[in-house]
T-cell receptor, first 113, second 113 residues
Framework: KQEVTQIPAALSVPEGENLVLNCSFT??????LQWFRQDPGKGLTSLLL?????REQTSGRLNASLDKSSGRSTLYIAASQPGDSATYLCAVAPRGNTGKLIFGQGTTLQVKP | DVKVTQSSRYLVKRTGEKVFLECVQD?????MFWYRQDPGLGLRLIYFSYDVKMKEKGDIPEGYSVSREKKERFSLILESASTNQTSMYLC????????????FGQGTRLTVV
C-alpha cells in the first residue's frame, strides 16, 4: 500500500532563507507527483507537477525534484518570503489508479519577517 | 484560468439532516473527486468519478453517496449527517488520462451539530 510521508511537520525560517521540504513515498510505481500549497481554511493550489519520467520542474522561486527509485521528492523554495507561509502538501498518483492521489500529511511553513 | 467551484464555503447542519455538497468544474475534465481533510489524518478519498454516471468508492465511503448526472458537476451526499462528518470537504478534477494535474476547489467547511 502506498504511503507518503513529509518531514518536517512544521518549519519556521527567517525571511530570505532558502529551504527544502521533503516528501517520501513507499512505492515507486507512480504516474506523477504533485506539490500543493494550502492556506489556512482554504483549498489546495497546485504548484508543480512532475511526471514519473522527469527529474525536476521549476516555477519561479520553486524547484521540485523527483527521485523515483529512492522514493523521494524535494521542494526547494529560494529566497523565502512571509507570503510563502502556508502548508505544503505532496501527493503521488499511483499506477493502476485513475487519477487518484495519495497525500502526505503536509509541512506547515512559517516565514518570519 | 481553470476553475473548480464548490457551492458553499461554510455549512452548519443538524444531525440526521440530508446534506448536499456541490462541485462544478469548467475544464471539461473526465475525473472528479471528493476528499475530506481532518487534522492528523490528512486528506482521504471518499468517492471519485471517471465519467458521467460512473463512480467508485474511495477509502472512506461509509455514510456518503455521490451523483454525477452531468460531466461538469459532482455532488457529495451525506444521507444522514452525523457529528463525525464534521470536516473540511475538498472537490478536485483532472483530465481522463493518468498523468495530468489535479485542480481543487476552495473547500467546504461542514459542521454537524
Amino acid at each position: 500500500k502506498q504511503e507518503v510521508t513529509q518531514i518536517p511537520a512544521a518549519l519556521s525560517v527567517p525571511e530570505g532563507e532558502n529551504l527544502v521540504l521533503n516528501c517520501s513515498f513507499t512505492d515507486s510505481a507512480i504516474y506523477n507527483l504533485q506539490w500543493f500549497r494550502q492556506d489556512p481554511g482554504k483549498g489546495l493550489t497546485s504548484l508543480l507537477l512532475i511526471q514519473s519520467s522527469q527529474r525536476e520542474q521549476t516555477s519561479g522561486r520553486l524547484n521540485a525534484s523527483l527521485d523515483k527509485s529512492s522514493g523521494r521528492s524535494t521542494l526547494y523554495i529560494a529566497a523565502s518570503q512571509p507570503g510563502d507561509s502556508a502548508t505544503y502538501l505532496c501527493a503521488v498518483a499511483p499506477r493502476g489508479n485513475t487519477g487518484k492521489l495519495i497525500f502526505g500529511q503536509g509541512t506547515t511553513l512559517q516565514v518570519k519577517p | 484560468d481553470v476553475k473548480v467551484t464548490q457551492s458553499s464555503r461554510y455549512l452548519v447542519k443538524r444531525t440526521g439532516e440530508k446534506v448536499f455538497l456541490e462541485c462544478v468544474q469548467d475544464m471539461d475534465h473526465e475525473n472528479m473527486f471528493w476528499y475530506r481533510q481532518d487534522p492528523g489524518l490528512g486528506l482521504r478519498l471518499i468517492y471519485f468519478s471517471y465519467d458521467v454516471k460512473m463512480k467508485e468508492k474511495g477509502d472512506i465511503p461509509e455514510g456518503y453517496s455521490v451523483s454525477r448526472e452531468k460531466k461538469e458537476r459532482f455532488s457529495l451526499i451525506l444521507e444522514s449527517a452525523s457529528t463525525n462528518q464534521t470536516s473540511m470537504y475538498l472537490c478536485a478534477s483532472s483530465e481522463g488520462t493518468k498523468n495530468t494535474e489535479a485542480f481543487f476547489g476552495q473547500g467546504t467547511r461542514l459542521t454537524v451539530v
